[in-house]
Each structure stands twice: as C-alpha cells, then as structure tokens.
T-cell receptor, first 113, second 116 residues
C-alpha cells in the first residue's frame, strides 16, 4: 500500500471548515483513500473513503485530485467535538481479507472556540 | 447491533499475573484484529484472524496469546507482561468478502492496560 504524509497538527476555529490534507504521491490505480479519526482515548472511527471521485457523507467530504496524488478531508462546520487525530490511509483493492490496515502518524486537529 | 465491544475497559496487572482481554461483535464479520496503541502514537497491528484462523502475527512476543473461539469472539491472553506493555489495546472487525463496506474496519473503544 502507498505511503501517506500528513501535517502533524492543525488548528481550526469553531464553526469554520476544517481542511485536512493528505499526500499519497505513489498511489496506484487500484488503491482507495480512507479517512479515520480518533478522539482522545477512544477507538478509531471511520469517516469516509474514495477511489477517484469526490465523496460526501453526513460527516465530511473527500476531495481527491485528478492525478490522485493527494486528497483533502473537509469538515464543513467544525465543532469542539471534532478535536481528534485524523488518519489518512491508502489501501489496495482487491484487499486480501483480513489485510492489515496501516495507520500513519496522522494529523492532530484542534478546534478552537 | 453495529458495535465491537471490548472488556474490561481498564485492567491493572502485575508482571506475574495472567489475565485476558475480550472482544465481541455480532455483525457477522469474519476478520478480527488486535492493535496496540502507545500514548501519542498510531495503532500498530498485532494479530489478524480471518475466518477464525490466525492469518497475521506481527512478530508479537509470546507473552501475548490470541484466541478466536468462534466468529463473534476474540480474546487476548496476557501472561508475564512487562511495564512497557502498558498501552491501549484495540480490537477491530471487518465485514466478510462480498459484503458492503468490506474495506472498513470497525473498532471497539479499547482496553487500557497498566502493567505494574
């Protein structure tokens, strides 16, 4: 699976959009981009995933560049509860069942009042 | 039921104790995972069970012994641990092949282990 790089930390004002970047310049055509977050001392929580099209769900939007070398997770109206570590993960499809899910260091997002 | 349940939430044990962590899911998932997470670090994979068979062991010391007695239950048996084994232990599961969202992992809230 391709490696990802993320900024170690970011701040965002409450109520504003939080844009979290992820670089995956070695991604191949059959690799998906996943985003998870982990609120302090809880288990990681799935947010969204995509292959090449932009995706949106009730939690966030995922924008993937046309060359797929980078992506941005957007939390449209950040709240204090969105303070967490956000992980960008690349995973090859088809995945062997029970394949490892490798977490990088992630981005620590602090939403400020 | 869309949860992965881990017990106990907190465990304190001495280096000579034997204890177990338990993980349960009733979503029909057939892959289950143990991760270890030290403070301010990302989760690191320890073991994967696929269809109740151990498929990945990331060179974990033998003082950690996993067990998957059935498709809903995953245990991690602990014996003769060291203080550096103190960490958050996370269990996860994923849907079977062919099911929707096969690529996702569903995590429990973790068991925080302290070894004295």
């Amino acid at each position: 699976d391709a490696k990802t790089t993320q900024p170690p930390s970011m701040d965002c004002a409450e109520g504003r959009a939080a844009n979290l970047p992820c670089n995956h310049s070695t991604i191949s055509g059959n690799e998906y981009v996943y985003w998870y977050r982990q609120i302090h001392s809880q288990g990681p929580q799935y947010i969204i995933h995509g292959l090449k099209n932009n995706e949106t769900n009730e939690m966030a939007s995922l924008i993937i560049t046309e060359d797929r070398k980078s992506s941005t997770l957007i939390l449209p109206h950040a709240t204090l509860r969105d303070t967490a570590v956000y992980y960008c993960i690349v995973r090859r499809f088809p995945w062997a069942y029970g394949q490892n899910f490798v977490f990088g260091p992630g981005t620590r997002l602090s939403v400020l009042p | 039921d869309t949860e992965v349940t881990q017990t106990p939430k907190h465990l304190v044990m001495g280096m000579t104790n034997k204890k177990s962590l338990k993980c349960e899911q009733h979503m029909g998932h057939r892959a289950m995972y143990w991760y270890k997470q030290k403070a301010k670090k990302p989760p690191e994979l320890m073991f994967v069970y696929s269809y109740e068979k151990l498929s990945i062991n990331e060179s974990v010391p033998s003082r950690f012994s996993p067990e998957c007695p059935n498709s809903s239950l995953l245990n991690l048996h602990l014996h003769a641990l060291q203080p550096e084994d103190s960490a958050l232990y996370l269990c996860a599961s994923s849907p079977p092949e062919g099911a929707p969202n096969t690529g996702e992992l569903f995590f429990g809230e973790g068991s925080r282990l302290t070894v004295l």
